[in-house]
């Protein structure tokens, strides 16, 4: 049981560690309204469980239900818009959702990471947080008070062209990485980060199933 246990748990921080790179590669300063939400690409790596025989698997987490809404993000002067979600991408479970101003200047992705145990949140953290380094260039990660082990990085798209600002966090058993993507030397505001941050991780709380004591 060990060593499934362990297999199953390595697999998945793997899956975490390559989703978190490739959710921020599909995404440009100018966002088209019609643009469909960034999903990460095809996984080498299937997704795999095992039910007994004389026990019936639990019911599949619908986390798309769990994602905060464009009405949830109110700013002066801007007006968001959620693109339809993404739910378990590329048959990991979890949900994406890409919101963009109303003049496609900003975006802000969130994605959503279902983990085997709470226990695995701080290594899929901090193999989330090193592997932003292949997205982006920014300053060292810095605490932030959201969630379980809240981490932000502000910076730049490798090629310079947007300013990039990313949350990390854990929520129970569920990784969340939030990524506000928005004009060159402009970043956003940690006020705004922490607000939609707070809300998202919130909605989880309320949402996700109590863990056993």
């Not at 959201?146 to 090629?159: C, F, H, K, N, R």
């Amino acid at each position: 049981m060990t060593g499934s246990r362990t297999t199953r748990a390595a697999g998945a921080l793997a899956l975490v560690a390559l989703s978190i790179v490739s959710a921020g590669c599909d995404r440009n300063q100018g966002v088209p309204a019609d643009k469909p939400a960034a999903s990460a690409a095809p996984l080498p790596i299937p997704l795999t469980t095992t039910t007994s025989t004389t026990q019936a698997a639990k019911p599949a987490m619908d986390y798309a239900r769990l994602l905060i809404q464009d009405r949830d993000i109110s700013v002066t002067n801007d007006t968001y818009t959620a693109q339809s979600p993404i739910i378990n991408p590329n048959g990991r479970p979890g949900a994406e959702v890409l919101l963009v101003n109303q003049d496609q200047t900003k975006a802000i992705n969130i994605l959503l990471v279902g983990l085997p145990d709470p226990a695995d949140g701080p290594s899929a953290l901090g193999e989330a947080v090193a592997n932003l380094a292949k997205t982006m260039t920014g300053s060292a990660p810095q605490p932030s008070p959201v969630g379980t082990g809240g981490t932000l990085v502000t910076g730049t798209s490798l090629d310079g062209k947007k300013s990039v600002t990313v949350l990390l966090f854990t929520e129970g058993a569920t990784l969340a990485r939030i990524e506000f993507d928005g004009v060159a030397g402009e970043p956003t505001a940690p006020a705004f980060v922490t607000d939609i941050g707070q809300k998202q991780d919130i909605a989880l709380r309320v949402g996700l199933p109590a863990q056993p004591a």
